[in-house]
């Protein structure tokens, strides 16, 4: 069972949006804007999408956005295209043993 | 460009150790925290350990701490994690990764560790 929870699955339509919870504790995510969001196609390494809650990487298109509101992160893809569809990680720093929480991983299918 | 190539991955016995390593370019190493997560076959990425960038800090997950030594050269531009005790929950991909502004920038390919008598 991984730290923050988010869905196993979710999945849109091209052109649509989808949003994508991750819901941590006021340890974690309720307490610091240090939550992050990773893309992972299957057999590759992970590649960062927001930072610091709602800040993309150059590079990173503006289609991906990111959000908090108390324990809960969001990441929210707009005009959902094929090349989309991917494994998702929500990320957060925490004030636990283990510093450094994921979620379990969310696989986005695009219809 | 950024680049982080791990190595040392392979199959290792129960209770045996490993070192893996990861040579950095691309970026003035001394200047950034680096970590290391891993993946093991079908789930999902867990935070393993990191240090900063003069090697004064180091944090370990509750399930490697004991276990796992991260350490850094930097004048080679290089990352190593020492693992002993290995058992078979450690049995995944090691990525080698850079911090930045509390999160993971950049990732090396990965290698794989099989813990497997």
């Known amino acids: 069972q991984s730290a923050l929870t988010q869905p196993a699955s979710v999945s849109g339509s091209p052109g649509q949006s989808i949003t994508i919870p991750c819901s941590g504790t006021s340890s974690d995510v309720g307490s610091y804007s240090h939550v992050s969001w990773y893309q992972q196609i299957p057999g590759k390494a992970p590649k960062l999408m927001i930072y610091e809650v709602n800040n993309r990487p150059s590079g990173v298109s503006d289609r991906f956005s990111g959000s908090k509101s108390g324990n809960t992160a969001s990441l929210t893809i707009s005009g959902l295209r094929a090349e989309d569809e991917a494994d998702y990680y929500c990320s957060s720093w925490a004030t636990t043993s283990t510093p450094w929480l994921f979620g379990g991983g969310t696989r986005l299918t695009v219809l | 460009e950024v680049q982080l190539v791990e190595a040392g991955g392979g199959l290792v016995q129960p209770g045996g150790s490993l070192r893996l390593s990861c040579a950095a370019s691309g970026f003035t190493f001394s200047n950034y925290w680096m970590g290391w997560l891993r993946q093991a076959p079908g789930k999902g990425l867990e935070w393993v350990a990191n240090?900063?960038?003069?090697?004064?800090?180091?944090y370990y997950s509750d399930s490697v701490r004991g276990r796992f030594t991260i350490s850094r050269d930097n004048a080679k531009s290089s990352l190593f994690l020492q693992m002993d005790s290995l058992g078979g929950e450690d049995t995944a991909v090691y990525y080698c990764a850079r911090d930045y502004s509390w999160s993971s920038d950049n990732w090396g390919q990965g290698t794989l560790v099989t813990v497997s008598s």
């Open positions: 240090i900063k960038y003069d090697g004064s800090e180091k």
